[in-house]
């Protein structure tokens, strides 16, 4: 129904800049909220931030002042401005999107991960 494809990670020297994308796709109505998680070794998966309908964000306290999300309604497209990395940022980052589908309500994707890798 839907697929989420992810983009932008890589290695990047600490202090550094990185921009991921996450692009929707499929029998989407609307798109409720839309979202970054990471999982770095060792760790649970934890939000990084969020992005509702109306544009209301919440960011983990870590990234907060550092990172910034944004959506492009009308490409159902999310994307995290990440800037003055830390090699604690090191992490897979998941996007994840809550769609209103055609037929089937409300729907909870997760796109494949992409690596972002911070060097001291």
């Known amino acids: 129904q839907v697929q989420l494809v992810e983009s932008g990670g890589g290695l990047v020297q600490a202090g550094g800049s990185l921009r991921l994308s996450c692009a929707a796709s499929g029998t989407i109505i609307r798109i409720v909220d839309m979202g970054w998680y990471r999982q770095a070794p060792g760790k649970q998966r934890e939000l990084v931030a969020r992005?509702?309908?109306?544009?209301?964000?919440n960011y983990a306290d870590s990234v907060k002042g550092r990172f910034i999300i944004s959506r492009d309604n009308v490409k159902n497209a999310v994307y995290l401005q990440m800037t003055s990395l830390k090699p604690e940022d090191t992490a897979v980052y998941y996007c994840?999107?809550?769609?209103?589908?055609?037929?089937?309500?409300?729907?909870?994707?997760w796109g494949q991960g992409t690596q972002v890798t911070v060097s001291s």
């Open positions: 994840n999107v809550r769609p209103v589908l055609v037929f089937s309500g409300v729907g909870d994707y």
């Open positions: 992005i509702t309908s109306g544009g209301n964000t």
